[in-house]
DNA sequence: TATGAATGAGTTTTCATTCAT
DNA sequence: AATGAATGAAAACTCATTCAT
């Protein structure tokens, strides 16, 4: 009763929402999310009592994913850049293979739908990542940084990239690899 | 002519907007704008005939504000890393000093009621600003990058750090200065 | 199904419509129609997503209401002049009886909501009339006309003849006979 | 002081005002029209100080135009038929030369914009042609009728046969012919 | 006289949410 | 639990008219 009975239906519906905000924002309706979870109008409301609630679980539904497919493989015993240049890998691969769930989090990044402690939520799966590369922080490596403040870098440089790839997919490897030497410029003590 | 347009509303209009964008997002109502910049809801639509046109402008006339904010007070003659440092400054200050726009900006720039046209107006009015570094990339100090990265990696790295500020508000100067150290690994030779 | 359109509603919108156009013309407000149909203003839109399809609809409405109330009681057997007889009777009967909804189709016709497609399909109904007569044609007794000049002529003779009687009721049995000398003149051969 | 200074601008502004309310209806915009005349949107106001007295104006204007344009070259020696022959011609090529003025009456016909006085002033004119035709009602080649009639009738078939004319030009003459075919049977002694 | 900026009521349509079925 | 009709408060935009210039 807490949770209601098709888990298949409430992905549908997380799915679709996901490709309704990334194309219309935050203001797609929930009438059109519905019809494209290949449901009725409300039984949306069955499973998420308000369109708040469903942009939240959204949210942290995303970030979650991203989460999982940046730290898959992770190489525990490769040297620090090594591990980073994995991590930066995984994520340009996430957002290249996912550019409706990208922009979808980009729309609920900036919407006030999304409260702060969604956010902090979301914050908190990198924080696990950030954690990984304890090592590079006490060899001297990377560079001290304030607290979270490493894995908001990594967002919104893959981000930007994304960007860059978004607009000229051809050149694919060239921003990635060149993203990357921004990236560990910007992390690394040198 | 009857009276002529004045620019006085026009900037009211723009004001109102960007305040009201950058608490509401991008639906944020005419009606409301209009409220706040002091004139009939009607008259909106006297200076801009679309909702649409109004965000486009807000949004050229912020990067403008904000590229002659950044611009002001170069110091040509100094060192490479000295102007780096001071472009930096000046993000940090226009962002922290005006809180709503730098948010509107943000709104604006998921939106899709931006066009393209006016995403690359705005962007040319940085390239600007990234020429006045041509000699650092001559001279090998700064590194070589794709056209328009540095200036976008400038604009998502401040971007990042004034959301720390904004959320740690005490700590500023702090932030500005693990930014800046960021941001010149990020885009040097090193 | 939760709980299905109801003809009822749906009829009492058609119905409020034919009013509002009739005195207000096209230009009759939506809100309008929706509150003299007793329903809200959002529910309108459920039973026809656009004003035009609204206007469509009932423009195609009204004529099958005119039609099916002019054929109503046709003597098969007797002699085409009094066939004519009976279909001019009719369809003065009807237009006294219903005057809102005789101003809503002269509306209606006139505006360019109404598609071509409508007119063709309200059109044809009239077709099905003419056709009764053809043996009237064939004897000679009709005059042979361009295709759809007969129903054309028996329409705009009998909007003419209502008008006046609209404009002078007290007369209506004069009207009604000395129109249809009028229009048995009109397409008889003599 | 009575009558403003430009009668030119008077007539760019029914002219204007004809040409939007065939192609957009009595709900044609007074911007638009001021615009088409070539005038300030202001400046329409003085002329007709609202918009319901243009439309007013403009349906008496149009009226006065098409009674000069029947009467012209009236053949007052000729046989009833031949002068019944003329006006029905004379209509016909008014309507086909003059395609917006008569949608523009057609249009102002329907509206409720258009006051009783002004239809009376308009149908006074009419009134006189019919009486050009006296000695055919004395001699009894044309039918005794209601007062108006023959008017109304001889407007309503030449309306009927242009709209034909307007969807199948090709077939001009063929539809004059019959319409003056069904116009004598309608009117005349038979 | 001519202009056109300014107005605010009015227009059609959308939408999150509720609730009868 | 699932449905989708019903709702009414917005939303963006239009327009006849006024009035400062």
């Keep these: 009763m807490a ?3 098709s888990e298949e239906k409430r992905n549908a519906i997380l799915a679709a929402a996901a490709e309704a905000v ?3 924002g935050v203001s797609a309706s929930t009438a059109k999310i ?3 979870a290949g449901i009725a109008e409300g039984t949306l409301f069955v499973y998420f009592p308000t369109k708040d609630d469903l942009l939240n679980e959204l949210y942290l539904a995303l970030k979650a994913d991203m989460r999982a497919a940046i730290a898959a493989g992770y190489p525990t015993e490769a ?4 591990r980073c240049e994995h991590l930066w890998n995984q994520s340009i691969d996430w957002g290249a293979k996912n550019p409706a ?3 979808a989090i980009r729309q609920l990044g900036v919407s ?3 409260t702060e402690a969604s956010r902090k939520t979301g914050m908190a799966a990198f924080r696990d990542i950030q954690s990984m590369l304890e090592e590079g922080f006490r060899s001297g490596i990377l560079r001290q940084q304030p607290k979270d403040m490493l894995s908001a870098t990594t967002e ?3 981000d930007m990239v994304l960007e860059f790839i978004h607009r000229d997919p051809g050149n694919i490897e060239n921003y990635r690899r060149a993203g990357f030497q921004t990236y560990w410029g910007a992390i690394s003590n040198n």
């Design 156 to 158: 919104v440089l893959t």
């Design 79 to 82: 040297s620090v850049k090594e």
């Design 22 to 24: 990334a194309s219309l």
């Design 3 to 5: 949770r209601p009975l």
């Design 101 to 103: 769930k990208r922009k």
């Design 34 to 36: 519905a019809k494209d």
């Design 112 to 114: 006030d739908k999304v």
